[in-house]
């Protein structure tokens, strides 16, 4: 019904696993086939998220034969880094999302972070799924491109049919070591209580529509609650970075209600809360605009941590140096954004997006904490007390 339909806001979906599982290959399979076929019209390049517009998941679906209606305007997807120095992004991004999908790659079953981050979701009772990644991997795979999985395991011999069963069991076994019930999820018939694993290939894409299709009808199934729009603010800081031109701006995540340019608004600051006004509310532009330029790509996975950020500083059309560079997973694409000087302006945004907000004083912001909007009739004192709680 239309009503319900127009209540919802996207759920914000969390990318976890261990490092070079294909977290962030993933998302690219999913935003680069629909470039790929035209479909770029939405897809929108977040602040360190991905923003998945209803249309473009239907369309990547079709081959589902899905029956069941997607109610929600989108999905907010939100990669995490996994190399094990980046626990507290892991920590940040698990805390904002309502739903998750921990990747683990099946040639390598369960691993440090694997467990780390299975860990941080059953902390916060957050509801996930398991993205078995890397399929083609096994031996002999014969890739069909971006097919469901069932077909597409139909399609192969004998032999990788056998590898792929030997492998899924002794990752079922692990997860039952960690206290967990796991299944393939077209054979999960008690969701909620076992965990659904969707074997996929970030690489030639199998799987990856079943992923998002589960994703989104298990969301929009079980949390209509949570994901009821509300017109309370309700919006986290992911990253405090200085941007040419911009000064210190603030990522930031929308995870419900609206946010408009000029909104008065206090965050927790290292010296006491900061309160100040929106001058810009910013989102990159769709993929196909940053595509025309894709130093990423050759960077994709095979270069060291340590030399990432020189990498991409080297890459830099202006050759300045980049003084908020973190992690590629969560930025990279953002920083290449601001070179090129393509942020979309926004008037008001509503959620849930991610958002890069530039204003005045926001240099000593701490990622992390709330950000909260001052209306007529609050209580500032009050705000700036719950900011500092933080
Ligand atoms: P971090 O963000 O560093 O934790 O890594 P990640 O989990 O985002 O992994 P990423 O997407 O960077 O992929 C790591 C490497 O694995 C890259 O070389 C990818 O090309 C490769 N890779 C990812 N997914 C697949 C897959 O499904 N099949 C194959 N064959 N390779 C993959
Ligand atoms: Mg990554
Ligand atoms: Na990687």
């Not at 999302?97 to 790659?105: F, P, R, S």
């Not at 902390?123 to 083609?136: G, I, P, S, Y």
């Not at 206090?266 to 001058?279: A, K, N, S, Y």
């Not at 005045?360 to 709330?370: F, P, R, S, V, W």
Request: hydrophobic content about 35%; aromatic content about 6%.
């Amino acid at each position: 019904d239309k009503k319900a339909e127009g209540n919802l806001r996207s759920p914000i979906c969390c990318i976890m696993g261990h490092v070079d599982t294909g977290k962030t290959k993933l998302l690219d399979c999913i935003r680069g086939t629909n470039v790929q076929e035209g479909e770029a019209g939405g897809i929108t390049q977040q602040i360190g998220a991905t923003y998945f517009p209803a249309e473009n998941i239907r369309e990547r679906t079709r081959e589902l034969k899905a029956d069941a209606k997607l109610n929600v305007p989108g999905l907010l997807v939100i990669d995490t880094p996994g190399h094990e120095s980046f626990t507290n992004l892991r920590s940040r991004g698990s805390g904002l999302c309502d739903i998750a999908i921990l990747v683990v790659d099946i040639m390598h079953g369960l691993e440090q972070q694997t467990i780390e981050s299975l860990n941080l979701l059953r902390m916060r009772n957050t509801e996930f799924m398991v993205a078995l990644n890397k399929v083609d991997r096994l031996y002999g795979w014969k890739s069909h491109r971006n097919e469901p999985i069932v077909k597409a395991l139909k399609r192969q011999t004998k032999d990788v049919q056998n590898e792929f069963k030997m492998r899924l069991i002794q990752i079922i076994t692990q997860f039952k070591e960690q206290g967990l019930n796991t299944e393939l999820y077209y054979k999960n018939k008690e969701m909620g209580e076992t965990h659904s694993i969707v074997p996929t290939s970030a690489i030639s894409g199998e799987g990856v529509p079943d992923l998002l299709l589960l994703l989104v009808q298990w969301a929009q199934k079980t949390m209509i609650e949570k994901l009821t729009f509300s017109n309370e603010v309700q919006c986290t800081v992911l990253e405090v970075k200085v941007v040419e031109g911009h000064g210190t701006t603030i990522d930031v995540v929308l995870v419900n209600g609206i946010l408009h340019e000029g909104d008065q608004v206090v965050v927790c600051g290292m010296q006491g809360p900061i309160v100040t006004t929106i001058r810009a509310l910013l989102t990159p532009h769709p993929m196909k605009e940053l595509r025309v330029k894709k130093p990423w790509d050759f960077y994709q996975g095979s270069v060291p941590l340590e030399m990432r950020s020189s990498l991409l500083t080297g890459l830099r059309p202006s050759g300045q140096l980049c003084l908020s560079f973190s992690d590629a997973a969560v930025g990279y694409e953002d920083m290449l954004a601001s070179d090129w000087g393509t942020y979309l302006h926004h008037k008001e945004i509503k959620a849930a997006q991610g958002i890069k907000i530039t204003a005045q004083g926001l240099e000593y912001a701490i990622a992390g904490t709330g950000l909260y909007v001052v209306g007529p009739d609050d209580d500032l004192e009050e705000i700036k007390r719950s900011a500092m709680e933080d």
